[in-house]
């Protein structure tokens, strides 16, 4: 049996970084970029009008008022799009639309609602903004070459909108981490069959599919087998091919059912370790294959699965994507932590900030079978073993739940 922090170090020492693809930009959401992207512009391109109205030489309108307004002769128009081939000499003004480019001559542009409209050759302006005001100038958002979005990033609507608005059509992403789950037990029913005798619910398959996906996977094997080890063999042959990390959960304990761990090793996959020294989840399998696949064998129980997945299967898919894991923070217990006296000990709860820093609680439900701790959850709390609980006012590590956040 190791501790924790061993199985984290052998796991980070077997992942290898994706290739890399280019995707079209509609089909960029939740990627992680493989590549610094930059500007091939500057942003915005030409100094341009950032409101509606009349662009001017500020020196000509200086002492516009609203009992002495300033009469210019109008000598046109330019709409976003268009171009100003008139210079705006004194007396003069140029009608103009948000985004359309600045005309020669002109500093600053007045608003429509300080004049007197448009639609007539001449207007009065009411008042006198300041110098230069209502304009964008050329560069004064992105210079050309300036760095756009950094390799590492996962894209989202900002980033797409940013590389939109620089005419990127594709860009350079890590490939998504396949990954296969495949869940055992004659015990298990799945949601929507009526339930018999001792027959519980599959939760565990819909949970590990979302968690997956949730840390940009793509979920290309999924699979319920009952505790048979042909059956077991069978699946486990059509998933691990297609994969990049296979994730199973139950039968990898030590009961006459169990056939997990013998399948895993009979199919070429290398045991690294079995059990880990923590609480839930000591039963817990880790190995690779010679292709360099991962199999995390996780245990039946659906908390300890889910323990078992946020703590090793997270970090090694965002390493994977080439992505720093940053779903650890430090917190402060505002109740006491039940700690085990031989196991590193988690427990799901919720932490929120208070008075500039950051606070946490365990869930009530403290067993490892009671599922229902998952509700409300947006962190699980973990603690080194201890012969007394963590006192209120200790400092703790929480790993954030990747579905949830701070303010939920």
């Not at 009961?255 to 079995?274: A, P």
Request: aromatic share 8%.
């Amino acid at each position: 049996m190791i501790t924790v922090q061993e199985a984290q170090e052998l796991i980070a020492a077997s992942v290898r970084t994706l290739p890399l693809e280019r995707v079209a930009l509609e089909a960029l959401e939740g990627r992680v970029l493989g590549e610094d992207v930059t500007a091939g512009f500057a942003l915005p391109r030409f100094d341009n009008a950032a409101m509606d109205g009349f662009a001017v030489r500020w020196d000509a309108i200086a002492n516009a008022k609203q009992d002495a307004p300033v009469t210019l002769d109008v000598i046109g128009e330019v709409a976003a799009g268009g171009s100003a081939a008139r210079v705006v000499g004194d007396g003069e003004a140029l009608q103009i639309m948000t985004g359309a480019p600045m005309p020669a001559g002109a500093d600053t542009v007045v608003i429509f609602e300080q004049t007197s409209g448009f639609g007539s050759s001449t207007v009065d302006v009411f008042k006198a903004p300041k110098k230069f005001a209502n304009v964008r100038y050329a560069g004064e958002e992105v210079a050309e070459g300036d760095m756009l979005v950094r390799r590492g990033s996962r894209v989202t609507v900002a980033e797409i909108g940013v590389l939109a608005a620089f005419g990127m059509s594709s860009v350079e992403v890590f490939r998504r981490p396949r990954v296969g789950i495949l869940t055992v037990g004659d015990e298990l029913r799945m949601p929507g069959e009526p339930l018999e005798g001792a027959s519980i619910y599959n939760s565990n398959l819909y949970s590990l599919e979302v968690g997956a996906r949730s840390a940009g996977a793509e979920v290309v094997f999924s699979r319920q087998v009952s505790d048979n080890p042909v059956l077991i063999a069978d699946a486990l042959q059509k998933a691990l091919p297609v994969c990049d990390i296979l994730l199973t959960a139950g039968g990898i304990s030590t009961g006459e059912y169990d056939f997990m761990q013998e399948k895993l090793t009979g199919l070429g996959v290398r045991q690294r370790f079995w059990k880990i020294a923590q609480k839930p989840g000591k039963p817990f399998f880790f190995g690779d294959d010679p292709d360099g696949r991962l199999v995390f064998g996780l245990p039946g129980n659906p908390l300890s699965a889910l323990v078992c997945f946020l703590e090793y299967v997270m970090p090694a898919l965002a390493s994977m994507q080439d992505v720093p894991y940053l779903g650890k923070i430090e917190a402060r217990l505002a109740s006491p932590f039940p700690v085990d006296r031989k196991r590193y000990r988690f427990l799901f709860g919720r932490v929120w900030q208070k008075d500039g820093g950051l606070s946490c609680s365990p869930s009530l439900r403290t067993e490892s079978h009671m599922i229902t701790s998952l509700v409300g959850a947006n962190c699980l709390i973990e603690a080194p073993a201890g012969d007394v609980p963590l006192a209120e006012g200790n400092v703790v590590i929480c790993n954030l739940l990747p579905w949830s956040s701070l303010n939920a």
